[in-house]
């Protein structure tokens, strides 16, 4: 089992001082493919008393597994990981689990990375510099079944609302364009006419708000709406 399951590790390590030892810990599960990231979490989520590391997860086929042998009441997940990404591991989930509460914890800010975690079922969404007291009021706040969308973030979202998305050869097309391709390679690759390249190009530019190729791109990067691997 690839997983590291912490119950061991943390049994019996309720601070019995502040009066929670027959309380039932929030429990929790971290998913992020650097150890060093999963270090730090252990090591915030140990110093408190009502909270409990039971298992920690490199990607997401490992985390729906430690999922499934914890249940626990509370999932960390990072959302680019190699294997299975984060979003597919909510998805994952929640399709056996409905009532899972994940939190999404990630370096990316963009609005369109915000909205796929939400709709794919996460219940919080944390930027992974997010300060300690902020992580551990996110943590306790889904936990009570509320959302945990810290004020930055839901700025963020409110930026580009109503919200406009791209269809899925627009995306395509849009992809193209970031690695350099003119409109007559995207239509000689995905096997369409120039001119419907056209039509699509103009409509991505309208819809990011730009008239300018390079911008649409820049624009599309910054908001999460592609990445460049």
Known sequence: MAYVDRRIRNAGATDTSSGMSDATPITILTVDD????????AAVIGSQPDLQLVAEASN???????????RPSIVLMD????????VSAIEGIRDEFPDARIIALTTYEGDEDIHR??????????LKDTLRTELLQVIRSVHRGMRGIPAPVAARLAEHTPRIALTTRELEVLELMAKGLSNPDIAAQLGRAESTMKVHVRN??????????TAAVMIALRRGIIHLD
């Open 117 to 126: 975690a939400l709709s794919a079922g996460a219940r919080g969404y944390l």
């Open 60 to 70: 997401g086929e490992e985390a729906i597994e430690a999922y499934r042998l914890h």
């Open 204 to 213: 991505i530019l309208q819809k990011l708000g730009t008239d300018d190729r």
């Open 34 to 41: 650097h150890a060093l990231l999963r270090a730090g979490l």
């Open 79 to 86: 959302m680019r990981m190699p294997v299975m990404d984060g």
